[in-house]
């Protein structure tokens, strides 16, 4: 699956979320294209403490991420987020990587 490129989600009042990140670039570094890291920032105006804020916050780093540095395959990119903490199923990207497949190979060179 070197042609994911994933986002994690982390959230700034959580005193753990180096340990996290760590964590799980030590496991799946060499898995991914690349894994950029997102902190979810306390105090954000309007702005709620929750998994779905994360996410969110999440998703919008990984638009600007693509519109900054991958324009030319930025109409052919799948975006899916989760919090950090959340439990993936077990062939959850090889699944992704199927529809990428099974919808048109070319249009999705990159999922995030």
């Not at 998994?51 to 930025?74: D, T």
């Not at 439990?87 to 699944?95: E, G, H, P, R, S």
Request: proline share 1%; charged share 20%.
């Amino acid at each position: 699956m070197q042609t994911l490129i994933i986002g994690i989600g982390l959230e700034e009042r959580d005193i753990n979320s180096d340990i996290k990140y760590n964590s799980i670039i030590h496991k799946y570094e060499n898995k991914f294209l690349k894994i950029i890291k997102t902190i979810h920032p306390n105090g954000l105006e309007n702005g709620v403490a929750s998994k779905s804020s994360h996410c969110s916050y999440c998703a919008e780093i990984l638009v600007k991420y693509y519109e900054n540095n991958l324009k030319f395959f930025y109409n052919h990119a799948m975006i899916t987020v989760c919090d950090c903490d959340s439990i993936w199923c077990q062939d959850y990207f090889l699944y992704l990587y199927y529809l990428s497949m099974k919808i048109d190979s070319k249009y999705f060179n990159h999922i995030v």
